[in-house]
């Protein structure tokens, strides 16, 4: 099959700020991700879980955006303008889709 | 005073506490025992429900009160001004700086609509009738306090991320919405409406608490764990004393505007008790620097254990001393 | 025609009804009110298993009905039946598409359950009576109109895909099971097994049919807001016309078995009701090319508002008027 | 003999007992009917909480019993030494490596909480009374049989993996803090703690067991069509035999001490069923290699049924017999 | 450690569909597989998210295989054999693991 | 942006090991890592869902970490300490982070 380059943007993010990442990627052209829920984590904020949440302040959420390479940092710069201030963690690797068409 | 003690000692082995407690020492003792998610979200979509509805199908039968409206407007200046006499007396007793100061003096000024429903569930118990529309005042003070608090991080010169979506999400958070639209419909379906759902409303309430309080022993003690040492000496000062400060105010409140001696012990509740849910997610929006370990250890680890165990005897003894109820 | 418009205002203003409201708007005023996925399939696990165990134990009650056969033939026909009427109806005020159109009309041969389950508790609320076997014609009712849409496809030359698995999750689909597995249970252990868990399946039950409505509310809420402009004038006219039109051939069935008025009621409601969970899931797997937005929405948006809502009151005044019950 | 024919078969049309086999039928004929994982939980906890709680009020109200400390003392015992039994059996019986036997040996020293539930659901709706302790019993038989497999196991040369941090998981595990420490609160409350949430833990209590059962089917139901073929005809006649053994040795120490006829039928009982929930975390922890496809199949495959269809039955009858109960 | 180099293949599919995935990536083989749960996500065919389900038939799983390099081939077929009227997305990377012989 | 190299590490292990992962990342410096719930997979243990669950006996959960490559090795070991005798997959790929500092 014919194989097409593009980039996984794999973003961990506080669940509070979720509704504002999904729009500020689709402002920017990104509509294509997908969210996963996280059970649980550690990072330089200590440890967490989901069962020790009592709200949905905790707790956090991972997108998966796959993206052609030139989106890369157009989709980065609208993530960070989210980001910025939030702890959360950003990682871009490379990945092949075969319908290309719709990235 | 011995009454006092004796209130409380009433109230330390109710099975509503003890299953708090249980859930406090589980966690503390880091035992697996956990409620999931979904079922402490589905138990407190219950209580909210049945709580307000309750509230509104008693209005429907005693009628609109006058002090209806005085209520919510004490309300509302109740949430707003507590965050400031919160961040006076922090300051006063803990070193910590503005940010954090301003963020935990927001929770103050909301409330925690358990620790109304257990202290609802006391009155209940102890025959003591109070106003159906304090479920509403427990709504209108939900948010108040958090432009207090933005305001507080403003005038020091930091800045507040607040945008038009975080007001809408502040109002129209789910408790808020799932309070105020029960309360609504036990207004309009009135004593009918609740003789039809009354055995799944009222009959099994004081059980569903004590699951829901085990589930929030739970999350406080995980909660106290992992936070060890986040918290001094005068910020625990705070947690403690803050709630009695907060129940003056709601007890002026309450006798200025008239209020039967339920109502007083609710409105003390309210001023008294600090919010872990709206405002902790309103702050990880809007100033995610502060931290979110002070302000819900706080919140959720010293007050809301003081007011369920202490705090709730000590305010019904004093509302009824002073209402003669 | 007053007096079907004072049942319509009584109808409203329950609990039930205004609970399904409450959740519509807070979806559509865009409230972050949700209640939990686990949570709203545990009450509607509730929901089935109550109504079908306490219409076995109506049949125990009562002996079996020599209708019950021709019942659940009626039902059958029905199901088969009703997406050709739905069809040329939609061909009619509608410019869908073949696919889309038959996609839709098998929706409306199949059965909402919750409909059931609402009118049921309308009937049990006014005392009228009915037949306990109609959960099983519900249950009959669920699949047959899916062969009917897939029928309608294939002749214009479209392929389904349909397979020996995909027969297999339609007839075992969970609902199907648990309400069928309930009512032989309710039908084996009869007044007896009813006695014993009479304090589980009926007290609570319209308090949880409340919360259950409330989701409802939600889902249909957020349904509508994001599928706006997905249907036209046309289509939104097929969805109160068309439960209209199909209750009266449920009412047709009715009279000709000889149905109780609260049956006759019961199999309007089936004959008018749409299905959005069990049809739904087989169209995605045999019509993947369908728009889920178009049927989700027309069933879940408008037609099950209109049921719950206006529907059902219809149906009883005329059934009543109809069987002088 | 035909008396315990009769309860069987009375036993047998229970709702409790058809809601099993509606999940375990469902199951096997891969319907997609299921539970959330969230509700199962939640229905486990709150008959954990319910039983645990109402065997505190017992105690309460009829006072400390002298056969208490002796009832404990027996229950580990029981629990420490079945394993041998249960090993030495499936050495006879099965080919089963040493490390399998000893895992599936120790689930048979160990109890299952919702059996027991089960069982206490029989007597009481048979009007015999037992005493509240034995829900302590209960849980302190949950841990020793873990250790008697861990000591056959090395016995054997061969290496298990436990650590401190497993003892903890182990006998703080969620499912014996809940029992425990609801069974300490009703102690503590005593009856009226009860009578404030009877209407929760009282009265929905045989309902709420028959959707746990339903679910507990399914789970069965899957287990078995995935792991066909794992268990051979003497595992299959171990899982059979050995309730029926262990019951002996529980109705022996019941006897020894003199509890009430519904205390020998529980003590029966816990001797009787075998863990599926306590003990396979710890093996799949301590014992990696060991198949859990063996021991989980044994379990909940085919001694949870058995003790609940005909087990339960056989235990009242002979119970009552030697006791004149 | 001696590290082995395998694809990663990242299915995101309709909740529907799951079990004939499943199904068909047994048959053809590709007997090793992890499949996750998808909370929400946005694409072609619009924004959607967990909570707006009242049914199994909204909703995505997503499926991770690992499989050696001359399997990914074989692995796609099976995928598109599915997958190709349904909405859904498809990517292959490249990742290393330590016991080969599994794969 | 500046984008720096990290390895990203995913790990699959029974449910009932996750405190005892977690516990060895962090004691071999590990401190950085997210914890997803896994629905169900397939592997030559066979197939196997959560609903089939009874307990938390069954059941993965998947471990992401995003780790300096230098630092592979050590927390490989440390997983394997861990997973030796245990079920479960552990793949290594490679990706980059915006802000290093944390890695
Ligand atoms: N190195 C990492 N690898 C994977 N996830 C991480 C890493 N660092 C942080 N996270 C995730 O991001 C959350 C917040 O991280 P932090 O801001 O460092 O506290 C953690 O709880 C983890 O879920
Ligand atoms: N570029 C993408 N990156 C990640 N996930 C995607 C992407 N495009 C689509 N998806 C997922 O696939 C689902 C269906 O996509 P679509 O068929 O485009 O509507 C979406 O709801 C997302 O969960
Ligand atoms: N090749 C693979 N790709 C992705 N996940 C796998 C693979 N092999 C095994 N798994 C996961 O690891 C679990 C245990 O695998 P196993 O030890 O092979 O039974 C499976 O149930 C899957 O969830
Ligand atoms: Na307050
Ligand atoms: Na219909
Ligand atoms: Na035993």
């Known amino acids: ?103 | 005073m011995t009454e006092i003690l004796g209130l409380a000692a009433d109230n330390l082995i109710s099975p509503i506490i003890l299953s708090f407690a249980l859930g406090l020492l589980a966690a503390l003792a880091r035992s697996d025992l956990s409620i999931p998610e979904a079922v402490a979200k589905g138990l407190s979509i219950y209580l909210l429900f049945a709580i307000g509805f309750k509230g509104g199908a008693g209005v429907a039968a005693h009628g609109i009160d006058a002090r209806l409206v005085g209520s919510l407007v004490a309300g509302l200046v109740l949430s707003a001004l507590l965050p400031f006499v919160a961040f006076a007396l922090l300051k006063t007793l803990t070193r910590l700086d503005t940010l954090n100061a301003a963020a935990v003096a927001g929770h103050y000024g909301s409330i925690s609509i358990v620790t109304f429903v257990a202290a609802s569930s006391v009155l209940t118990g102890r025959g003591i009738g109070s106003e159906g529309y304090m479920v509403a005042v427990a709504a209108v003070m939900e948010a108040p306090a958090i432009l207090s608090a933005l305001w507080l991080v403003a005038r020091s010169g930091k800045s507040a991320d607040i945008d038009a979506g975080l007001w809408r999400e502040i109002l129209l958070n789910g408790s808020i919405v799932l309070l105020i639209g029960a309360f609504l419909i036990g207004w309009i379906t009135g004593e009918e409406g609740l003789a039809e759902i009354e055995s799944f409303i009222v009959a099994p309430f004081k059980g569903v608490l004590c699951l829901f309080l085990l589930d929030m022993g739970l999350v406080a003690g995980r909660g106290l764990r992992q936070s060890r040492g986040v918290l001094g000496g005068g910020a625990i000062a705070f947690g403690v004393l803050m709630p009695l400060v907060g129940s003056m105010f709601g007890l002026g409140a309450g006798l200025l505007l008239g209020l039967s001696p339920g109502g007083v012990v609710l409105m003390m509740v309210l001023a008294a008790s600090a919010s872990y849910i709206a405002v902790p997610a309103a702050m990880r929006v809007a100033l995610p620097e502060a931290n979110p370990a002070i302000y819900l250890t706080l919140s959720l680890g010293v007050t809301f254990p003081f007011n369920l165990t202490i705090g709730i005897p000590i305010y019904v003894a004093i509302a009824l001393a002073l209402t003669g109820g």
């Open chain 1, 1 to 103: 099959m014919q194989m097409h380059e593009v980039k996984r943007v794999e973003i961990m993010i506080e669940a509070p700020m979720e509704r504002r990442l999904s729009n500020a990627l689709t402002e920017n052209g990104v509509t294509g991700f997908t969210i996963l829920p996280v059970l649980g984590g550690s990072g330089r904020s200590g440890r967490w879980s989901r069962e020790g949440q009592v709200s949905r302040a905790g707790g956090m959420v991972s997108f998966i955006c796959l993206v052609r390479p030139d989106r890369v940092e157009k989709l980065l710069d609208a993530v960070f303008s989210v980001l910025e201030r939030h702890i959360g963690v950003v990682s871009v690797s490379d990945c092949e889709v075969v319908r290309a068409e719709r990235f």
